[in-house]
């Protein structure tokens, strides 16, 4: 059985840094294209960035939104995804999820507010 | 960035049919976009139903569909269940940007 299991998350005041991690089981990791979405209290699913597996290039794509405050890493020997979130804004409160796209993790709550 | 367009609600009978659509601004939906389709429930995480424009998963109950219709992605409900009612989202693959998601559509099952 597949299973993603994000953590990290948690209450930061504006301009402060949260690492989330994802760690993924019940499937070959290695392989997988990991995606971050996330979900902003009342709102809709938005896709924050993707890290292609190293086979097919390792490639890291970010939205717009998101790019050059938050990095997104693999370690496929310990089959985890991490994303670290720097210079967060109000905005950025939301559940964050991992995803294969397939499969989902029950995600992780980023609260950000002074 | 392109703009993926969906019903903001619809409403079903028990029993009854319903088809919702995934369009895009930069034209014609295709097989080359990829189209997801995701259920969430209140509280709970995004469950994928369909990838791929038209294929299901193991978990994908037979009563949904997803197909291209009309320049669009669709995903068909028949003999729709209380348990359907839901938030669906359908995402596309762009290059530059991997996944953009609809507004989402909120299913009413009545």
């Known amino acids: 059985e597949v299973q993603l299991v994000e953590s990290g998350g948690g209450s930061v005041k504006p301009g402060g840094s949260l690492r989330l991690s994802c760690a993924g089981s019940?499937?070959?990791?290695?392989?997988?294209?990991m995606s971050w979405v996330r979900q902003a209290p009342g709102k809709g699913l938005e896709w924050v960035g993707r890290f292609r597996s190293k086979a097919d290039g390792g490639t890291i794509e970010y939205a717009a939104p998101v790019k050059g405050r938050f990095t997104i890493s693999r370690d496929d020997s310990k089959n985890t995804l991490y994303m670290q979130m720097n210079s967060l804004k109000t905005e950025d409160t939301a559940v964050y999820y991992c995803?294969?796209?397939?499969?989902w993790g029950q995600g992780t709550l980023v609260t950000v507010s002074s | 960035q392109a703009v993926v367009t969906q019903e903001p609600s619809l409403t079903v009978s028990p029993g009854g049919t319903v088809t919702l659509t995934c369009g895009s601004s930069?034209?014609?939906?295709?097989?080359?976009?990829?189209p997801y389709w995701v259920q969430q429930k209140p509280g709970q995480a995004p469950r994928t139903l369909i990838y791929?424009?038209?294929n299901k998963y193991s978990w994908t109950p037979a009563r949904f569909s997803g197909s291209l219709l009309g320049g669009k992605a669709a995903l068909t409900l028949s003999g729709a269940q209380p348990e359907d009612e839901a938030q669906y989202y359908c995402?596309?693959?762009?290059?530059?940007?991997?996944?953009?998601f609809g507004g989402g559509t909120r299913l009413t099952v009545l």
């Open positions: 791929d424009a038209t």
């Open positions: 930069t034209g014609a939906v295709t097989s080359g976009h990829y």
């Open positions: 995803t294969t796209g397939g499969d």
């Open positions: 019940g499937f070959i990791f290695s392989n997988a294209w």
């Open positions: 995402f596309l693959s762009y290059s530059g940007a991997p996944w953009v």
